[in-house]
């Protein structure tokens, strides 16, 4: 049974969403501000988390930025529930590495099939066979998402480890962004190419002197090479 974790301050639209995911099958935790939903994201350990942006104490982006740097829940995909439909507020999300974002007011039916999209995706790259990665001063270990750089156990949350593994197990060869942005995020969400040049820039910043493995191709994407 796959759980989820929904943090919302509004009552009623918690019991909405708790009454259909229950129908679905789904195990359902709820929090109804953002220090209690970093606790119970840490203590229940969800499959995903549908995260409110206005909450009381931290909102959602404070939210998933501590969810990020924590390694018990950096790995846990979230979906924002928004009752803003500004472009800048889902870039934002998306930045931080949310997989998906819904605005309110909700449709139980369309939010359990990107409930189940996000999932889908979730679990068909966790399945996919992948092999560790050596660059000598650079290894990437797939089963733990954890990268070691000169040495030393770097975090890397969970969409800027799959960025860096997908372009590093296609190593030398140029990979557009829209490709990333389809095989990290899925066809179904819109996600614009700056979502992407962000989170180069933060595994660039990762990779301190060794930045220049990933080198951006003009026009068309990036392509890792060895020093």
Do not use: C
């Amino acid at each position: 049974m796959k759980s989820v974790l929904v943090v919302d301050d509004e009552k009623d639209i918690v019991q909405l969403i708790r009454y259909n995911l229950e129908r679905e099958g789904f195990k359902v935790e709820s929090a109804s501000d953002g220090i209690e939903a970093l606790k119970k994201a840490a203590e229940v350990k969800p499959d995903l988390i549908l995260l409110d942006i206005m909450l009381p104490g931290k909102d959602g982006y404070e939210v998933m930025k501590s969810l990020n740097q924590s390694e018990k829940t950096a790995n846990v995909p979230v979906i924002f529930l928004t009752a803003k439909s500004a472009e800048f507020d889902e870039v934002l999300g998306l930045e931080l590495g949310a997989d998906d974002y819904i605005v309110k007011p909700i449709s139980p039916r369309k939010l359990i099939s990107r409930i189940r999209a996000v999932l889908r995706r979730y679990e068909g790259v966790k399945s996919e066979e992948g092999k560790n990665l050596d660059f000598g001063p650079v290894i990437i270990d797939r089963e733990s998402y954890m990268v070691k750089i000169g040495g030393e156990q770097v975090f890397f949350p969970r969409k800027e480890f799959e960025i860096l593994y997908y372009l590093a197990s296609h190593e030398g060869k140029v990979i557009s962004r829209e490709t990333l942005l389809s095989r990290v995020w899925g066809a179904d969400v819109y996600v614009g190419d700056r979502t992407v040049d962000v989170h180069i820039r933060k595994i660039r910043e990762k990779l301190g002197s060794h930045a220049e493995m990933i080198e951006t191709i003009k026009g068309v994407g990036y392509k890792f090479k060895i020093e």
